[in-house]
């Protein structure tokens, strides 16, 4: 029996979703269009299969094939990083960093991320999040001018002496110098964590510099710049380390690994080792770097002045309205973005003086500098007259009919 006839209501809503994701330019900065064959080998019979453990030592019978699916994921990830150790078993991001956390630190032990607020992540430290309850964090963040000062942060790392320093970002224009983080660690005998989730599609393309050798261990996520599917993964050079991760993974905060998907990444793990890799993340920056140069020439404000990755931070502060307004005003727009914080945040978190905007998605849909630039005059257009209704009607016309020129997945589908 079909979706569409046992439960037409999710087949209409799930119909409707690929509509709005056609119809609509996502520009969320931890958003990507992932590839049919991901989405294929999700949806499939793999999904059925328990296999806690890891391959070759299960609790369960019948793993033979699963594992050798995990063991090509595993292989594949060691090998677009450059390291020896990879756990592919992570169902998202922030279980893969509270996986590093359980597997290095005790309850009370001092952390040093960077302030959710500046840019950071929840599972960096905050206190809303089990990584702030668990552990005592501290915090570093960015100057006023959007950019990390290593020599503050060390400074601050010398008076709080963390256990761990977790380095990465999900709203940082500029790239991370591993190295430096290193050497401030080293100073206070710290261990150093990376969590790369945002720029990890640039790293294995070599657009951005990778936290190996220089960090300890690295997490990440497999579905925002990798474009593969949802769920995380674990990375180390050091033997000792990958025990301690696996075994805080399994059995410590996850049970059966969920299979599909780790097919899925490697899957995933395939387009990113391909050439054609190279070239869609050298067009994620081109086309970031264009949409904040002219937004620049609109006359608004980026935080650090532009960017070295993937995303633009539109820093509100000095305008009427709010990060909130904004997003939403481009949504009435079809153009998805979201809310953040800026440096100097002067609105609560709830509506804040930001608007975060990315450009994986977009990429992933052939969209190259000029479809950018058009994008960026119209996200102008509309915040220049902001409570325009029927502006942003019209907009949402004309960046349908541009959407429309880059459709990605077939109706179909579903």
């Not at 969920?258 to 097919?263: E, G, P, Q, R, T």
Request: aromatic share 10%; proline share 3%.
């Amino acid at each position: 029996m079909s979706l569409e006839s046992f439960d037409k209501a999710i087949f209409d809503l799930t119909n409707k979703e690929l509509q709005r994701q056609c119809d609509y330019l996502e520009m969320i900065a931890s958003e990507n269009f992932t590839y049919p064959d991901v989405m294929e080998v999700m949806g499939s019979i793999l999904t059925n299969k328990y296999a806690e453990g890891y391959p070759g030592k299960r609790y369960y019978g019948g793993c033979e094939f699963v594992d050798e699916i995990e063991q090509i994921a595993i292989d594949r990830c060691k090998e677009l990083f450059g390291c020896e150790f990879a756990n592919v078993q992570p169902n998202s991001g922030s279980q893969a960093n509270q996986g590093v956390y359980g597997a290095f630190l005790k309850p009370g032990d001092r952390i040093l991320g960077m302030d959710l607020s500046h840019g950071g992540h929840l599972t960096h430290g905050a206190k809303v999040s089990s990584s702030g309850k668990y552990y005592e964090s501290f915090f570093y963040g960015v100057e006023l001018d959007g950019r990390m000062n290593y020599e503050k942060i060390a400074q601050i790392a010398e008076i709080t002496k963390p256990k761990m320093i977790v380095c990465g970002a999900s709203a940082y224009t500029r790239e991370i110098d591993f190295a430096k983080f290193r050497e401030i660690a080293d100073s206070v005998g710290a261990f150093l964590f990376a969590d790369v989730a945002h720029v990890a599609g640039l790293v294995v393309a070599g657009e951005h510099t990778n936290p190996f050798p220089h960090c300890h261990v690295v997490s990440s996520t497999t579905h925002k710049t990798l474009r593969g599917p949802r769920g995380g993964i674990i990375m180390t050079n050091d033997e000792e380390y990958a025990k301690k991760i696996n075994s805080s993974i399994f059995p410590g905060i996850q049970g059966g690994p969920l299979m599909h998907v780790i097919a899925g990444k490697a899957v995933g793990f395939k387009h990113n080792l391909s050439d054609e890799w190279k070239v869609y993340a050298k067009q994620v920056k081109a086309n970031a770097k264009k949409l904040g140069e002219v937004l620049v020439s609109r006359g608004y404000d980026l935080v650090s002045g532009g960017t070295e990755n993937h995303l633009v931070l539109l820093s509100l502060l000095n305008n009427d309205f709010s990060g909130k307004e904004a997003s939403n005003a481009l949504e009435n727009a079809g153009i998805t973005t979201n809310k953040n914080t800026v440096p100097g945040e002067t609105r609560s978190p709830f509506v804040t003086s930001g608007v975060r905007i990315g450009s994986p998605a977009l990429t992933a849909r052939g969209m190259k500098e000029a479809e950018f630039g058009f994008i960026a005059n119209k996200i102008a257009d509309v915040l220049d007259d902001i409570n325009n209704t029927e502006l942003q009607a019209k907009v949402k016309k004309e960046v349908k009919e541009l959407a429309h020129q880059f459709i990605i997945y077939d109706r179909a589908m579903y």
